[in-house]
């Protein structure tokens, strides 16, 4: 079973940390999960409010994050960003097991 399965796209409850900052600032969530796949988190962050561009973010995003699985259905996975962004982005948080409350490297610095 994948993490994906194992998680669910709804399971974005189980974490009342990941879950408030997925809803109340994805823009933060998604720039965290750039962050972890090796990207700029400003970058992704600002993205976010772009429009397509987020799209494209955030599906870049999850193939990086489903790479490290043998899952395949690129469509099911782009409908999942296009309609359900928020629970997407709290789904890969809870998988890469990111701590929202450790600031950002481009912050730190």
């Not at 709804?10 to 990207?39: H, R, S």
């Not at 561009?53 to 960003?81: E, M, P, W, Y």
């Not at 997407?88 to 950002?104: G, W």
């Amino acid at each position: 079973m994948s993490l994906f399965e194992r998680d669910g796209l709804f399971g974005c409850f189980t974490d009342w940390k990941i879950c408030l900052f997925g809803w109340c600032l994805p823009c933060y969530v998604q720039g965290k999960i750039a962050e972890n796949q090796g990207d700029s988190c400003l970058l992704y962050s600002i993205g976010f409010f772009v429009p397509l561009v987020n799209l494209i973010c955030a599906f870049k995003l999850r193939k990086q994050v489903i790479s490290t699985g043998d899952i395949k259905g690129d469509i099911l996975h782009f409908l999942t960003v296009c309609c359900c962004a928020q629970l997407a982005l709290c789904q890969e948080s809870r998988i890469l097991d990111i701590d929202m409350f450790v600031m950002p490297k481009i912050i730190r610095s």
